[in-house]
């Protein structure tokens, strides 16, 4: 049994109704965006992302726990563009190839199908592996946070990424000069606890089915 891979397609939501100045400076943000994923990601990243074609880039992640902690990073880094993902779980053949439009296998043709769906259904993230459970279980909860999510405003956005990072209402408030009275109303306003709290359901559930996977994997090669 071969290593499993999440290959992460990925395209900017409604490009298209953008003028070309619009479009062309959000491209070069993204460029930015990829420079920076790619660097502090390096660990969980095997192959590192790139543009594939105008507004679609596409990247492997090595460490599948870790996808959704990247694509997040994405969010907040390009905020306020909206992005759509296909995340395809498997196997992949890189046929002495250095980059992701080179290669081949499973989890390239799910990642594929996966945004096609995405794009088809106007949704904002499709998971696809061999493990149906494992789909309707991660893909009902991104369905779920991203329903939440379409609600907030600037400001909800802003909260949430910064206790993420800083840990508590308190430091959040003293950032912004602000009450934590203020902070935690807004965050609790917007459910945006629970959104964390579905989040770190998917990177542990992510988590459990790799070590099963590679527990798999040792067995079947000892």
């Given at each position: ?6 290959v992460?397609?990925?395209d ?105 769906y ?38 909800n ?28 109303d ?14 770190e ?22």
């Open positions: 049994m071969s290593q499993v891979y999440a992460v397609n990925a900017i939501k409604s490009s298209r109704k953008m003028d070309q100045r619009e479009r062309y400076e959000w491209q070069l943000f993204l460029k930015s965006a990829i420079v920076q994923i790619n660097e502090n990601w390096s660990e969980a990243i095997d192959v590192p992302f790139m543009i594939t074609k105008g507004d679609e880039f596409q990247g492997v992640v090595r460490n599948v726990p870790y996808v959704h902690s990247i694509i997040t990073e994405f969010e907040r880094i390009l905020y306020p563009l909206a992005l759509r993902y296909g995340i395809g779980l498997g196997e992949i053949q890189k046929m002495g190839a250095t980059v992701s439009i080179e290669m081949d296998g499973p989890a390239f043709h799910r990642a594929n199908a996966a945004l096609n995405a794009k088809k259904n106007k949704l904002r993230v499709r998971f696809r592996s061999e493990d149906k459970q494992l789909d309707v279980y991660v893909n009902t909860v991104y369905l779920l946070m991203y329903a939440i999510k379409g609600r907030w405003s600037k400001v956005y802003k909260r949430y990424w910064r206790y993420r990072e800083l840990g508590t209402y308190e430091k959040v408030a003293d950032l912004e000069g602000v009450s934590s009275q203020a902070v935690w807004s965050l609790r306003n917007a459910n945006a606890m629970e959104v964390m709290q579905s989040e359901a998917v990177m542990q559930f992510l988590r459990m089915k790799m070590e099963e996977l590679n527990a798999a994997r040792i067995k079947t090669d000892g």
